[in-house]
């Protein structure tokens, strides 16, 4: 399954989806450079819009495969939040099948109908994890793959090691794997794979891509960053993750001594408390690679050439 995933793709790396950032001109862009892009389906705003955005995004690809039969795009992926907070689900899942989406990525929670809607028309089920307890739960609902979101991931991150995460996956999983935390450099996404992943999985490096639907200043802090500049909280959803200091100084708190928040926090729908947090900027530790904004076909130009030179250089 891991290699059908990999058809067409320039690299093995998966473009995570990052909420509000993600769009259909960063998702094309992603696939038709030639790695997987995705998005969130909470991103399409309102409800409604989610119908065009999938629209927008089969047609592109579509036309690009009819002008490029030598290089068709790789496939695109639909990231759905399962939690039970999310009433958008059932709609957003019924546009995927409707798509025939051909990657669902799943977060915060396994459901086994959810898997069904996606494997009736042939799609696959990727579901991220933060260890290996979660990792047995999603195969066991249902999950085609993994995404391991280890130490260092922007977003909802885990804290512990890839290599310990990839190693107790792989001793008891064969399955399509994903690795996600720091990686921000086509020697990453070898590495990646050296440890037994499938898939590097990318997030962080893409919001300085001309695409991404963040602000200049965001974009900006993430080139002029480094892993020192991250900061792991649960304040700000409920659920720990991986913060720019300098968003975090800016709306007047001390990233230092930030207060606890609880799972009760959690919330996905359109009028959650968390847009209190809007200007709080995600990030994982591995921006230091990230040294200007370019558009996200060149970032993906980068990847595959360092990706192509690490793996010269092991055979030489």
């Known amino acids: 399954m891991a290699a059908r995933l990999r058809k067409n793709m320039a690299v093995p790396v998966i473009g995570s989806p990052l909420f509000i950032l993600s769009n259909p001109k960063l998702v094309i862009a ?54 039970r907070s999310n009433a958008r689900l059932e709609h957003d899942l019924e546009l995927c099948v409707k798509y025939r989406v051909p990657l669902v990525i799943t977060s915060l929670g396994a459901r086994p109908e959810v898997n069904a809607a996606v494997h009736s028309y042939g799609g696959v089920v990727l579901h991220d994890i933060i260890n290996n307890r979660f990792a047995h739960k999603a195969v066991e609902k249902g999950a085609d793959g993994l995404i391991a979101v280890a130490a260092g991931a922007g977003g909802h991150a885990g804290v512990i090691s890839p290599f310990a995460l990839v190693q107790e996956i792989r001793a008891w999983f064969d399955g399509p794997l994903a690795l996600s935390g720091a990686i921000a450099t086509g020697r990453a996404v070898l590495a990646a794979e ?22 200049a200043a965001y974009k900006q802090s993430i080139v002029e ?27 007047g708190l001390d990233p230092d001594h930030l207060p606890e928040s609880d799972a009760s926090a959690m919330n996905f729908h359109e009028g959650a408390k968390a847009k209190a947090w809007k200007d709080i900027w995600g990030s994982g530790q591995g921006i230091g690679a990230v040294n200007a904004v370019v558009p996200a076909a060149t970032l993906v130009a980068r990847l595959v050439a360092e990706y192509r030179a690490a793996k010269a250089a092991l055979c030489a």
Do not use: K
């Not at 050296?194 to 602000?215: H, K, L, P, V």
């Not at 892993?227 to 800016?250: C, E, K, M, Q, W």
């Open 30 to 83: 992603q696939c038709c450079a030639g790695i997987i892009g995705s998005f969130p389906a909470l991103n399409a705003r309102p409800e409604t819009m989610l119908d065009t955005w999938l629209a927008e995004i089969t047609e592109a690809l579509a036309a690009w495969d009819a002008a490029h039969p030598e290089r068709p795009a790789a496939p695109f992926a639909v990231n759905q939040i399962v939690h």
């Open 194 to 215: 050296a440890m037994g992943a499938d898939f590097g999985y990318i997030g962080s490096a893409f919001i300085a891509t001309e695409e991404a639907n963040a602000s």
């Open 225 to 251: 960053s480094g892993a020192d500049d991250i900061v792991y909280t649960n304040l700000f959803t409920g659920v720990h993750g991986n913060y720019l200091r300098p968003s975090i100084i800016a709306a």
